[in-house]
């Protein structure tokens, strides 16, 4: 594991913002809990699609 100095710009709980060295822009941090949340719901999505109408812009 390496250690590296970030640019914090939020460190609002379950929003953090930071820029890693050698990028442009920001990122968001995801905790593993919340990340697995999203996972499951899109999941769920996808095996319920055929319920869903597609919208085409």
Same mark, same amino acid.
Request: no cysteine; glycine share 4%; charged share 30%.
């Given at each position: 594991?390496?250690?590296? *100095? =970030? *640019?914090?710009?939020? *460190?609002?709980?379950?929003? =953090?913002?930071? #820029?890693?060295?050698? #990028?442009?822009?920001?990122? /968001?941090? /995801?905790?593993?809990?919340?990340?697995?949340?999203?996972?499951?719901?899109? #999941?769920? =999505? #996808?095996?319920? *699609?055929?319920? =869903?109408?597609?919208?085409?812009?």
């Amino acid at each position: 594991m390496n250690k590296v *100095e =970030i *640019e914090v710009y939020s *460190e609002t709980v379950n929003a =953090i913002v930071a #820029r890693y060295p050698g #990028r442009k822009f920001p990122a /968001l941090l /995801l905790q593993g809990d919340d990340l697995n949340n999203m996972y499951k719901f899109v #999941r769920e =999505i #996808r095996l319920n *699609e055929k319920d =869903i109408p597609i919208m085409v812009p």
